[in-house]
């Protein structure tokens, strides 16, 4: 009896230290060893800068790779040197030369040239790698013709490499917006050196991008890749700006769940967290409110119309449709995050005014679909598709609630998973669909080149020859001033004949530790990580 | 008994062979492909990959072509990861063995004793405690269990982590939510076992002959007692080790489990077909297992 009584205590005393005892917080160790600890979402699909599509393998790729210029840290739009150290456009930005820096290496040590640069850009654009992404570099004459096999000669595609560490750039089209586009991962450089020692050109799935045969020329290469684990990256000696960086290594871990990843930045596991679910937003304002980050992103959210249906063909349906929705109402009582009701499709910039077309007026809408013969008893009855994604979920409850209150329309929501929304989309197998856009670069066309007739993100049916008319005058014009304002009489044209409704305009919410420096917002959300740093914060 | 074990390996191929076929034709129908994106691609790249992964061939074309990739001994490749499902499994399968194993541990070190307990004492507080504690771990499930141990267990224990893959001391709060479930179950099936057998004749005779109780229970009632559990365990060990989306995707663990929701989201054939293959030919095994403990411990089986 007396041993179980002293068995006892002692479990307890056990028990009372280990909650009683306070340990240094994880993420206080990575501080001090500068590596910094990010939530990235999921397991990237690869880190081979020109097979992989999202954000995801964007947040990795920019730690170990770096194209001819790079995002400077505060300042949207200022295109700071990267591989490129000077650059130059001839009159009507169609002609560009990139001057490369003599002592831009690769991670082996292995000189960087406007050869790999020739390299790369044969590989991205060759018909047969069936790069998803090839589209990017469309703007260089020849691009899209040598990328479909029309063209066999890659030397009749606009890229030439007059000496070593000249290279020459010839657009199809006026493009002022050509630095920001070296900042996407598709224009970076591949090692050629490296990827035809494990493969062809033109061969996917070669073993070069695995962790102990990759090359790199960025400011972080790649140390460790365990599979739905995490990828640790660490400092570049080889790099050209290594004293500028002052990291040790980047962790990103594939964190899909939010909720997870918000306990286990609360527990102090990471630095940042790559989102935060919209339920958590007001619970971090409270508690959290000086780690909780809510910055403008470049993207629309917005509902699709099928504009071949024939309910929906009538322009007055799909205006009263879009002036039955309250934004406001979204942003406030479902997202909660600071996002922005929008009024047109491109998230206004300083240069672009955005066209004022669409706002609340519940009694407009109504008016206008009387007028489109929807009286007495009969009512409009249609359909929105919809994803299982939470937010969908509650956005599509919303728009029904509304539609139904302002208009008296009988909508119902046919939620499906997101390949089969996908798919509905794409054969306009839907009525109205919800719909969102985050562009790839700072230039109102990301938003507006994808409705062009038979773009494969136009999903909607809507088609206009002046819209393309406009655009292609824009893409002639020489002034980058009078460029955008054809390009806001495109978008004007687009909304007043209205094939979506937008709805708002995105943010992105986040948490970060008070510990990471020279982390500012930027539109893309693409922080260049040589500039950040951490410092241990005794009250954090 | 070899004759057995041979004809059961047998049956089992013929089942992943069946489950693989069914598989492979319904991942096909549903709507989508691993191509598409919420960023439509040109239809010649999709074309171009389509033909890389044999996707632009019938069904049936493609079924051949899978079953020579598997008498390579290959799995194919994942057209949305861009690399070889082995390999994913390779890196994926250790997490999930260990924590498959830690959880059925810790359900076996609970679940039996308590269930051994429970029909020792039957009708008292002791038995009913333990059964409505076991009655509440069938019926709470992982996704509430999972977040409570780590927003009030974890975040108070200084040793542990809400979530994340690091040390041993990772796998505590992942392998007691996984095992939870299964050593309710134990719990149960070991108490009726247990008491079925104590109120057999020999149990009686032990104790008129003088054998001490504790050797009643251990020398002739719990191997009798045991054997539906025995029965249960081989099969819920091969849905512990394949793992479990939910708890993995709450704690973090690089496992299986998520392979399987996300391949089929993803509409990532080859991974979602190797990943239904291991799972397969695991239960087949695990099965065959059980059945094997069972004939030793039950000589009526195998005469």
Known sequence: MRHVHFIQILIGLCVLALIGCKGEPPIDSYTEKKILVLGNST?????????VTGVIESNIIRALFEGLCVEHPSKQGVHLPGVAEAWQANDDFTEWTFYLRKDGKWSDGKPLTAEDFLFSYQRILHPDFGADYASMLYYIKGAESYNKGEIKDFSRVGVSAPDTYTLKISLKASIPFLPDLTKHYTWYPVPKHIILKHGKMEQRNTPWTEPDKIVSNGAFVLKQWRLNDYIQTEKNPCYWDKDTVQLQGIRFLPISNQYTEARMFFNQQLHATYG????????????????????????????????????????????????????????????KGGQKPAYGMVPPTDDYRTPHVVSFDPIRAKKLLEEAGYTGNKKLRITLLSTDREVSKRLS??????????????????????KTYLSRMSGLDYQLALGGWIGDYPDPTTFLDMWKTGDGNNRTGWSNKDYELLLAEAEQTRNPSAR??????????????????????????YLLHTSVLGWHPLLLNNHPYKFVDLELKENH | MLRTIISRLIQGIVVVFCLLLITFMLVRLMPGDPFSGDKAHAPHIIQKNKERFHL?????????????????GDLGDSPVKEQPVSKIIRHSFPASLILGIAGMSFAILIGIPAGILSALRKNSYIDYGTMVIAMAGISIPSFVVAPLLAGHVATRIPLLKVAGWGDPLDWVLPALTLGLATAAYLARITRGGMLEVLNQDYIRTAHAKGVKPAMVVTKHALRGGII?????????????????????????????????????????????QGVVILFGAFIVFANLAADIILVMLNPRIRS
């Open chain 1, 43 to 51: 397991e990237p699909q690869g880190l081979d800068p020109q097979i």
């Open chain 2, 56 to 72: 632009d061939k019938s069904n049936s074309e493609q079924f051949v072509v899978y079953l020579g990739l598997l008498a390579r």
């Open chain 1, 397 to 418: 409850e919303a728009y029904q609630d509304m539609w139904k209150k302002h208009l008296g329309a009988e909508v119902s929501i046919e939620q499906r998973e997101w």
């Open chain 1, 484 to 509: 955008l304002r054809i390009l806001e009489q495109a978008e004007s044209l687009f909304l007043s004949e209205m094939p979506i409704i937008p709805v708002y305009w995105y943010t992105t919410n």
């Open chain 1, 276 to 335: 935060l679910a919209p339920e958590m937003i007001e619970h971090a304002k409270d508690k959290y409110s000086k780690y909780l980050r809510q910055e403008t992103y470049l993207g629309t959210n917005f509902i699709r119309f099928n504009v071949t249906d024939p309910l929906l063909m009538d322009l007055r349906v799909r205006q009263a449709l879009a002036l039955a929705i309250d934004s406001e109402a979204i942003i406030t009582h479902i997202l």
């Open chain 2, 228 to 272: 539906p559990a025995v029965a249960y365990i081989g099969p819920a060990f091969a849905m512990l080790i394949t793992g479990s989306f939910i708890i993995e995707t709450i704690f973090q663990v690089p496992g299986m489990g998520q392979h399987f929701v996300n391949a089929t989201k993803d509409r990532d054939y080859f991974l979602l």
